[in-house]
Structures are given as C-alpha cells and as structure tokens.
C-alpha cells in the first residue's frame, strides 16, 4: 500500500503538484545539462527522495503533511532554477522619466561658454591645461578657473560670440550678447597638479589622471544610438525645439526650454522594452505675442509630431505644453546659470550611473571627462557587439596614477557570456591608461562645445558628426 493511492481529490492534486515539479525540474536539468549536471543531478536527487520519503510513510500520515512537504520541494526547485538561470522572469511595468534643457538654457549656456574656451586653447596648443568654470545672471558673464596654456586669444569676443550665437541678441530675451558685462578671472593651474599630471615631456603611457574618481558609461539596444529611449526623445525635443527657432519655422520661440518625457517599460529580469509614450513636457520661452493655444498648436505639429514614434503614443498619453502659462522671461534673467549643473542630461538621463564629475569646461587630462567618454565607447562597443542588451562600465583613478585602479561591468542578466567573462574582453581590448584612451579617441583637438549641448553621448543631435568618436563601436577580439 502507498501514499498515493487515490482515495481522494486532494490526494490526486497532490500527486499532480509533484509531478508538475518533476517536471520543471527535468525543464531545468534539459537547459542546464551541459554545465549544472552536478547540481541539478543533486536536485533531482533531493526531490525524488522526498516522494519515496512521502511513499513510504504511514497511511495515518495527514494530508496537510504532505501538502507542506510538497510546497517545500516546489520553493526549492525554483529556488534551484533562479540559481542557474533557468526560471522565467515575471513580467513588470514601471515608468522612467528623463528631462533635457536648450541651449539657452542658463546652465547649458555656462557649459558652452566653458567648452569655448577649451576649444579655443586646443585650436592652438594641444598641450592646454584647461578647467574653465562659468557663471551667468542677470546681464553678466563672468569666466573664472585654472588655464594653463601656449594659446593666444581674445577671451571677451570667444565668449559674446558664443552667446550670439546661442541666439541672445536683445535684453527681453534675457541676455545681449553685445552689452552685458564680461568678467575674466582665469589664472594659472597649480604647479603642483600640473608637474603631477603633465603631458609635457612624458610618453602618453605615462600620464597621469588629472584627478581621482570614478567614471560610468552605459548602453542600451532600445535606439539606434544605443541610448536610453527617455533620454533621446527629451534631447530630440529640445534640439528640434531649437532647429524650429532658428531656421524660422517657430520664429517667435526664444532660447531657453526645457523637455521631460515619461515611458512606461516592460521588464523581465535585467531585460527591458518600451510599451507607450506616458507623458511629454515641453516648457519653452517665447515671445509675449505668442498665444499659448497657438503655441501647444505649433509644437504638437512641429516639435513633437517629427520627434516621437507615433507607434508609442495613444489615447492616455499625456502632454503639458508650458504647463505654468507664459513662459516670456527666461535665459540669464530667469535664472542664474553654472558649468556642470547638467551632468544627467549631459549623459543617460538617469539611467545607468554617474561619478559625480562634470564634462565641460575641462581638458582631456581630468578623467571626470575623458574617461567618462572612453567607459561610453567600451559599453556601446559590448552592445553593438551583440555580447548584451545593456551595459554598465565603471573605471576609477587616482590623480598621478596613469593605470585605472578598478574595472567594472554590468550587463543586467542580459549578457551572452557571464560578467567576468565580458570583464576580460574588455581587458583585452582596451587600453584604460589615462594618456592613451585619449590618443585612442583623438581628444586632443577642438571638438568640445558642440558636446555642450543636447548631450554627449547618442549624438541625436549630431547623427553623423565623427568628431565624436566614442560613438563609433570599436570591433571586438574575443
């Protein structure tokens, strides 16, 4: 006589549950044979002596018993299957939002004035020592930092040309290029920092990182670009926001904006897909003629209808169009302005992580900068390889130290081959010295302050521009 004699229903679905197990675990033993046969040979082992445990025991034994032992043996098959790789990952919903800026934009304005001046001293010394701050408020500019350099330029017209340029001609507009005050307090770089990590002198291997830190670059297949989806739409929004600005289209639009949009995503484990467009925010400035029903009229038509996939929108999708009503003040005269107070938008959007370090306004000397570049070349370079879906790579330095002193890598569960394994690729085909990864990327040229806005990486703004050159794969050994 045993256990499972079916005298009952419940006997019978519990014969039914075991059987269910046995049969995830044979499942799992089919996709895992070639390099788990151990464990799952253990597993098997443990379930199939719990059934003759179950079997042999008395007839008095109750139901509820057996029902626990078989609850148990279910927990841990899957438990067995999460650990190698073999479960089916739940489906989730969540939602990510990412924001942009314009080009006038106070801050990004800073940030441009910086990278001129980065662009001006390598046009003609590429040895330039440059970490260039600025500030920007109410009719004033003022630059201010460590410069040193061979370069010979006039700083006051770099600068007004830059702000023109960016389009602030008249004082309603928030700034004039022509008459604000302008304020230099550059001097020199430290001695000390510079006999530290001077190229000057030295073969590329051996310069040192112009500073400590730790630098992130990502990549995800949901574009083209291999960026976050939420962050190239935001910069699309804005870039096509300034394209309609200044090629007369939208002519009464003025300088400063901002862009947000919302995506709901799909995920399973590390691997995740847009569903639908939730939300898109366009706050921008604009001439006092211009109506706002007329405005939300214009940039449905021209700004969002060539930038977002209509594919992802629908009926629930949500829009404010300069949600807080006139929008007329704005640029240097809304809000003051500094260098480095867009790091996320200058890079992922929030997604994957950031060290902390600004881009603009620096040489490629400071690691903040130039490593930040070469860690979104390794990354894109993996997923354009095929090797994951998406990346994560972290580097870090110390000031002086020519080698990285750690490496990183997270594919999200979504790699072909195991994390250690794509570490040693990395290895392998990149050299992470801080004075060879920017002879490898050609950063020793003025190519900065069109990074300045409209972000860094994905080049949406910039599709074919190969100046950038941490955007173009590297082909991969392994």
């Known amino acids: 006589q045993t256990y499972y004699r079916p005298t009952s ?13 046995g049969a995830r675990l044979l499942n799992t033993s089919a996709k895992t044979a070639s390099n788990n046969s151990a464990l799952v040979g253990a597993a098997a082992a443990a379930v199939v002596g ?5 079997t042999e025991a008395s007839p008095a034994q109750n139901a509820s018993s057996l029902m626990s032992m078989l609850s148990s043996i279910n927990d841990k098959v899957s438990n067995i299957e999460k650990a190698i790789g073999a479960a089916e990952e739940p489906v989730e919903s969540f939602m990510f939002t990412s924001e942009s800026v314009n080009e006038g934009h106070p801050d990004k304005l800073a940030d441009q004035v910086s990278d001129t001046i980065v662009d001006a001293c390598f046009a003609q010394d590429a040895d330039s020592h440059v970490a260039c701050e600025t500030c920007t408020g109410t009719k004033f500019v003022m630059i201010f930092g460590e410069i040193t350099t061979n370069a010979v330029f006039d700083y006051e017209a770099k600068v007004r040309q830059t702000v023109k340029e960016i389009g602030f001609d008249a004082p309603e507009k928030g700034l004039d290029y022509k008459t604000f005050k302008f304020i230099n307090n550059i001097h020199a770089q430290s001695v000390e920092i510079n006999a530290s990590v001077s190229g000057r002198g030295q073969k590329p291997e051996e310069v040192g990182a112009g500073d400590q830190g730790h630098m992130f670059g990502y990549a995800s297949n949901e574009t083209p670009e291999l960026m976050p989806l ?17 090629n007369g289209v939208l002519p009464l639009l003025r300088p400063d904006g901002k862009t947000q949009v919302t995506i709901e995503y799909e995920k399973r484990g590390g691997f995740i897909k847009p569903k639908r467009i939730h939300t898109v925010v366009i706050s921008t400035q604009h001439d006092p003629a211009y109506t706002q029903a007329k405005l939300k009229e214009d940039l449905m038509e021209y700004v969002i209808k060539p930038i977002v996939p209509a594919d992802l929108i629908d009926d629930n999708t949500i829009f404010h169009i300069n949600p807080s009503g006139l929008f007329t003040i704005g640029g240097p005269e809304g809000d003051g302005g500094l260098t480095g107070r867009k790091i996320i938008i200058d890079t992922y959007g929030g997604w994957g992580a950031h060290g902390g370090g600004a881009f603009s306004g620096k040489d490629p000397t400071k690691v903040d900068r130039s490593a930040a570049y070469y860690c979104r070349w390794i990354a894109k370079s993996l997923v354009a390889a095929g090797l994951a879906e998406r990346a994560l790579v972290q580097v870090s ?32 085909n990149f050299d992470m010295r801080a004075g060879m990864l920017v002879r490898e990327l050609d ?8 990074t300045a806005a409209y972000g860094h990486f994905g080049n949406c703004a910039r599709p074919a521009d190969s100046d950038f050159t941490w955007e173009i794969p590297k082909k991969l050994k392994y």
């Open 397 to 428: 330095y110390a000031i002086g130290v020519a080698e990285p002193l750690s490496v990183f890598v997270d594919t999200y569960g979504t790699g072909v081959k195991s994390d250690p394994e794509i570490l040693s690729i990395i290895n392998d």
């Open 50 to 54: 719990g059934c003759v445990m179950a």
């Open 230 to 246: 939420t962050h190239s739409l935001a910069t699309g929004l804005g870039f096509q926001l300034t394209t309609v600005r200044k």
């Open 9 to 21: 229903k419940m006997f019978a679905r519990n014969a039914r549950t075991a059987a269910a197990s």
């Open 443 to 450: 950063m020793l040229k003025p190519k900065y302050k069109k």
